[in-house]
């Protein structure tokens, strides 16, 4: 089943403001709903183009593949997700802040597009064609770079690994509401994020710190 709450903003035939403008892009959004809701596996280019309403022609012309059309999919959400973190990243913060409000606005991003995300991010590892979750490596590359620049300012001294995994349990945790159909919950997450991330570097009454700061941004509905 598709995500709760997500017909509505993700459908590629409603015509709002948010839909995609060409036939190409209509494709890519169908291709993301049927993955989310049968599987990259299980999914057909019978199903994307009865989905988008488009003619097999068409999706010829776009797309080489099923796996073709799937990467471009995982592409668009992870382009989004680097624009959108990189507009986050202000110089008038801290690197902590940056941090908090990059991390802030790649779970509003998902809680918006929830199958995309669930495409790059809950299946990317598992079943997508190869070069997927290269992709995927690629996005979260940019969090490992954030994390690594700010170690400058760390209270603490942890090993090159604590990047990795501390990034590796944001995953766990985005990927359990994605799979569960929960994605409007995941800017609810932030405060237990942010803490996981920044603990390895800071000690535990700062992290604390960031992660409470991380709540007043959640309950104010924004980062300003």
Same mark, same amino acid.
């Given at each position: ?84 973190? &990189? $507009? #986050? %990243? ?6 902590? /802040?940056? +941090? !908090? ?58 090993? &090159? $690994? #604590? %990047? ?6 944001? /995953?766990? +945790? !985005? ?50």
């Amino acid at each position: 089943m598709e995500p709760r709450g997500a017909e509505g903003s993700e459908h590629p035939l409603k015509g709002s403001a948010l839909a995609p403008p060409n036939e190409r892009e209509r494709l890519i959004a169908a291709m993301a709903m049927s993955c989310a809701e049968r599987g990259y596996a299980a999914t057909q280019v019978a199903d994307v183009i009865a989905a988008a309403r488009v003619t097999r022609e068409s999706f010829d012309q776009s797309f080489a593949s099923k796996s073709d059309c799937a990467l471009a999919a995982v592409g668009q959400i992870l382009a989004e997700i680097t624009r959108v973190v &990189a $507009s #986050a %990243t202000t110089p008038d913060r801290t690197d902590w /802040e940056k +941090l !908090i409000g990059a991390v802030r606005a790649l779970l509003e991003l998902m809680a918006a597009r929830p199958s995309a995300a669930r495409l790059a991010c809950g299946e990317a590892r598992y079943e997508n064609p190869p070069g997927a979750y290269a992709l995927y490596e690629s996005g979260i590359r940019i969090l490992v770079a954030m994390l690594d620049r700010s170690r400058t300012y760390a209270t603490a001294s942890p090993p &090159a $690994s #604590a %990047t990795r995994g501390a990034i590796g349990g944001a /995953e766990a +945790l !985005i990927r359990r509401e994605l799979l569960a159909g929960r994605a409007e919950r995941l800017p609810d997450l932030l405060p237990d994020i942010v803490y996981g991330l920044l603990v390895p570097y800071l000690d535990q009454q700062e992290a604390l710190r960031y992660a409470e700061l991380a709540r007043e941004k959640v309950d104010k509905g924004g980062m300003g």
